[in-house]
């Protein structure tokens, strides 16, 4: 055994090209790592045998032979993707997604399809119709969500990267809650050509990795424009890894939101561990202005009726006639799409649906929809004019450390609120990345964002990763 | 926020095409409320601004007809005659 769990996709490559271990024996390990792993935190719903992973591999390219896990609401050719839901349950994808296809050209293996909540809908991926997925640093809390499997495997060392989808935090919010990094891009800039909508408008794939250099590498090979997704943005990609140095960038002024770091219900040990790294910053070099965006407080609520009203939307496909589960109980057209939808999505989906469908009917979508437009509309200026003040903005990315299992079974709402710091982002299409901040008492990891304007991912990588180095957050690994 | 009644439910459940048994009426109205509740402060900020992303276009793609491989497609159908989906009578 060569021990490569938990090394970075650098790490790995230097190996690979000292030729101290071959493309076989890093997946042969880390295969072995999941079916160890797996069974007790349940991060992936299927690892691939090795010959299918290594089928049509392509032994060249800058990932060459590192292996990685998509969220399991990404299309691989010949694979299953069930979004974690009864309906899809036995759906092969046709096509591989863009980000798969070009993932696939630059050298990389897939390993297998990580769990998430249903559709990418919840905060804790307790929703998967499969099993609940554990975090690594304490299997009694949730991983978060919907991304939890993905960012549970790359905790675990179960693999190096993973991708997930981000529609109001889902791959900010659990990176924080496990330890590592997550990046969403801006809104545009990686093709969702083959990821299976949720909420178009809001949308994004994004990266998992235990640092920030793994991360903007990931990045750099899957963004770019894609004739494929119409919101597709023409944008030269640079080359994310390659414009790091591990010296602040100088100049720099970082605006932290204030009314967001010292909200109503802020965990204490998040608070400090926030105020902590704000001082590292400092010493850095950062200069630090306090700012203040008073939308926040009705950003999560303009979430909850945009992401729902286009949930109900694109998920009116699944009806049971082209693709998916069918029931078989049924009398007449009507009754086939009524009961296999009924049979075919969890509870959280369909509460989503019936409040989409409820706040875009006649009646009630000026009070709620058009409402949220204008809410969205406001959040965009006013991150917009901030950021005309500053280099980048700081947030929590998370109101507390990660939650036990079932915490807020009784109360939905609550768990809903966990995208409180994450969604105005989605809302306002900008980047943003949670990196590692620390750990509370209890050694549970916290996270911090940092915030960017359009296409600003090469100064929050750069900013991000001068933090990083002058912090050991990334090299402790859960005892799992 | 007004209270949101259960024939409401039923209703939206019916255009959204999910039938819904008795049982789980209670759980789903209860969850509606509480999101319904908390989403609409949207109502309490009445400021609108010129959207920032006005100038964005819709891009789409060329419209031509490209070789699609329809064999594909019908093996994911729960059901399929000769290249036609089968479903329940209509009627």
Known sequence: ???????????????????????????????????????????????????????????????????????????????????????????????????????????????????????????????????????????????????????????????????????????????????????????????????????????QIGVMTRTVKDNALILSLIAGHDSKDSTSLVHEIP????????????????????????????????????????????????????????????????????????????????????????????????????????????????????VGNYVLSAGHAGQFYKNAQKVQRLIRKEFLDRLKEVDLLLMPSQPAPAFKMGAFNLDKLQMDLQDYFTCPVNLAGLPAISIPCGFTREKLPVGLQLIGAPLAEELIYRVAHAYEKSTTWCQEVPKI | MAIIHVHEVLYIAQISRISIHSAETDKLLNQLQSVLGYAQRVSDNVVDVQDYFHKNKNIVRIDEAVRANAEKSFMLAPQQEEHFYVVPAVL
């Open chain 1, 1 to 203: 055994m060569n021990n490569i769990r938990f090394m970075t996709i650098d790490q790995l490559q230097e190996k690979l090209s000292k030729k101290e271990i071959s493309v076989q024996e890093i997946l042969q390990e880390l295969r072995m790592v999941c079916m160890q792993v797996n069974s007790n935190i349940k991060a992936l719903i299927e690892l691939f045998d090795e010959d299918s992973v290594l089928k049509g591999y392509s032994a060249s390219g800058p990932l060459r032979g590192i292996p990685g896990v998509l969220k399991d609401n990404i299309a691989q050719e010949g694979r299953l993707l069930t979004c974690a839901s009864k309906i899809l349950a036995t759906y092969r994808s046709s096509y591989d997604a863009t980000v798969c296809a070009r993932l696939k050209g630059a050298g990389a293996l897939f390993i297998g399809r990580a769990n998430l909540d249903e559709f990418a809908m919840g905060s804790s991926t307790e929703t998967s119709v499969f099993f609940e997925t554990k975090n690594p640093c304490d299997v009694t809390r949730v991983p978060g969500g919907s991304s939890g499997g993905s960012a549970a495997a790359v905790a675990a060392g179960m693999v190096p990267w993973a991708l997930g989808s981000d529609t109001g935090g889902s791959v900010r919010q659990p990176a924080a809650l496990c330890g590592i990094v997550g990046m969403k891009p801006t809104y545009g800039l990686v093709s969702r050509y083959g990821l299976v909508a949720y909420a178009s408008s809001l949308d």
């Open chain 1, 239 to 354: 080359h994310y890894a390659q414009k790091l140095s591990d010296r602040m960038p100088e100049n720099i002024c970082i605006g932290v939101v204030e009314n967001a770091l010292y909200a109503d219900g802020m965990d204490s040990n998040v608070v400090q561990l926030i105020n902590d790294a704000i001082k590292i910053f400092e010493k850095a070099g950062v200069r630090i202005q306090l700012v203040n965006i008073p939308t926040l407080e009705y950003s999560a609520a303009a979430y909850f009726i945009i992401s729902r009203a286009e949930a109900a939307s694109n998920l009116a496909r699944f009806d049971g006639v082209r693709y998916g589960l069918r029931s078989q109980e049924a009398e007449n057209l009507y009754d086939m799409y009524s009961k296999t939808r009924h049979d075919g999505f969890g509870d959280e989906v369909k509460a989503r649906i019936l």
